[in-house]
């Protein structure tokens, strides 16, 4: 598969990034897990619709064809629809209605399709009619700046899983993961890897590898030479 993408960093409270590219060929690529909710444009044969993409719980493969277009807006964690229940989006792709040619409905108002150069205004709207609206305990949580013992277990259990439709221990596990892969990928060692982030053993970040990032330390480390 071959795929050109461009990405940059969001001026939006809610946003992490945005994506824009397109497929130069098809093929199979690994797909990680994902924590996070997207909003996805997606331009075929020149009909565009844009899904709601929720959590995805391990790692898969996804298959493209060519001249596809897409544009991501990846939603910072604890941003989420309060109309739609979290936890039937896990693993789904959800199309959103067609309104017109250039609109989608969504909460029973049309919506003009976003833009690479206009996403931020608009996920900013969709914020500013309450469309998207941000747990702050989830992300506060995530970066240690609340403890979980500040806040009753039932809770957080819930606070997490209404906004994240995921658990806090399945979201730590996936970014140490992640960030396990980044190490890997930069030449680290497997065992330097394995000791900063404090796995077992070397089977263990293997096992956790294979399920969220979808490939083992000898691929990652491949990668890298």
Wanted: aromatic share 8%; glycine share 8%.
């Amino acid at each position: 598969m071959s795929f050109i993408v461009e990405s940059r960093p969001s001026d939006s409270p809610v946003v992490e990034t945005v994506m824009h590219g397109h497929t130069a060929g098809g093929g199979l690529a690994i797909r990680p897990a994902e924590s996070h909710w997207h909003l996805v444009l997606v331009t075929v044969n020149g009909v565009t619709q844009l899904r709601v993409v929720g959590p995805h719980t391990t790692a898969g493969e996804l298959q493209y064809i060519e001249g596809i277009e897409l544009l991501w807006i990846k939603l910072k964690l604890g941003t989420f629809m309060p109309h739609l229940p979290t936890t039937d989006f896990r693993d789904t792709e959800t199309i959103l209605p067609d309104a017109a040619s250039n609109s989608f409905w969504l909460k029973g108002s049309a919506w003009q399709f976003p833009d690479y150069e206009n996403a931020d205004t608009f996920v900013d709207r969709l914020v500013r009619d309450e469309i998207l609206i941000v747990d702050p305990v989830v992300n506060a949580v995530l970066q240690g700046q609340l403890s979980a013992e500040d806040i009753a277990s039932r809770t957080l259990r819930y606070r997490f899983a209404r906004a994240t439709g995921l658990s806090q221990k399945h979201i730590q596990q996936v970014e140490r993961a992640q960030r396990a892969a980044a190490l890997l990928r930069h030449g680290i060692s497997i065992l330097n890897a394995v000791d900063e982030l404090g796995y077992y053993d070397q089977p263990h970040l293997t096992r956790s590898l294979k399920r969220w990032v979808g490939h083992t330390p000898a691929q990652l480390l491949g990668v890298a030479l």
